[in-house]
């Protein structure tokens, strides 16, 4: 099971570039496709469905070119995009069972296979329910159900816990996680937090370039030696900032407590600390648009 994604450019009307020269070879396991927003991840995602096609390039799924043949990936694709819409008047079972027939399952087939997804995402107790009436948790926990109707063997989530509570969020993260197994996972967030959870590949996207892809414990041996905290009055966290990348702070009563990705120790009773997801993407992020890290902060 191979997705093979080989130069793809997408240019908008008005000579707009969401995507430059992107390429990536996928096989099963989780990646996580990270990056701020307007980085081109949605439009990366829309290619990848069959929905848009790539200016240049192509994407080929087991040898297939999906812009010639895309039954060939479609019969075997899952997809929640970031825009989910649902239909507020029909119950859960309805909705999926829509969505079944528009993806050809016979009746039995569909019958048996929504019961179990509505149990897998816990919504069992609420399948009679109309959806106009479910929290934002609960529509993703459908969202997900229906890409997973056909039992895809690529699945790709568009910014799925944009809007959640924390625990919604611990829920769909273990989801994602447990669907991994012999199938191809794309989740693409702004998220770092998200990314951290459930990947075991990790892309950075920005200005609709590739910056990076590795695996988590690569990306972060990159800023080994490089995270620190700093304690300074409130007064001096701008000049800090002037000076430094500073991925986050926190006040407290004996100043600010600022984290901060330089090359060597910023200042003489600076500590240093393990470096997080969040660190390794600043910095790469960073480098990317020509700051290094104990440059302009972000």
Avoid: C
Avoid at 107 to 112: E, H, I, V, W
Avoid at 220 to 229: N, Q
């Amino acid at each position: 099971m191979e997705l093979i994604i080989e130069n793809v450019t997408k240019v908008y009307r008005g000579n707009v570039i969401a995507l430059r020269d992107f390429a990536l070879a996928l096989g099963p396991g989780v990646l996580g496709l990270l990056g701020p927003n307007g980085a081109g991840k949605s439009t990366l995602m829309r290619i990848l469905a069959t929905i848009t096609r790539p200016t240049r390039g192509r994407v080929v799924w087991n040898g297939t070119d999906i812009a010639r043949k895309p039954d060939a990936l479609r019969r075997v694709l899952g997809y929640l995009p970031q825009d989910f819409g649902i239909y507020p008047n029909l119950t859960a079972i309805e909705f999926l069972d829509y969505l079944a027939a528009v993806k050809g399952l016979d009746a039995r087939s569909a019958r048996k296979r929504i019961d179990e997804l509505l149990a897998l995402v816990n919504l069992t107790d609420r399948a009679r329910r109309p959806l106009g009436g479910y929290s934002g948790g609960m529509r993703q926990r459908i969202g997900i159900a229906q890409a997973l109707l056909n039992d895809p063997k690529l699945l790709i989530v568009d910014e799925p816990t944009a809007g959640l509570d924390p625990e919604e969020r611990v829920r769909f993260r273990n989801l994602l996680s447990e669907l991994s197994g012999e199938r191809i996972v794309i989740l693409s967030t702004h998220i770092v937090s998200d990314v951290e959870a459930v990947a075991s590949e990790i892309t950075l996207i920005a200005q609709g370039q590739l910056v990076t892809h590795g695996r988590p414990e690569t990306l972060l041996s990159g800023v080994a030696g490089k995270v620190w905290e700093v304690v300074v009055p409130s007064a001096e966290l701008s000049a800090v900032r002037q000076k430094h990348v500073v991925s986050s702070t926190t006040h407290r009563s004996d100043g600010v407590h600022a984290r901060v990705l330089a090359d060597a120790k910023p200042t003489p009773t600076a500590r240093s600390l393990e470096p997080t997801l969040e660190d390794a993407y600043l910095a790469t992020l960073g480098a990317s648009r020509g700051m290094a890290v104990s440059g302009a902060a972000v």
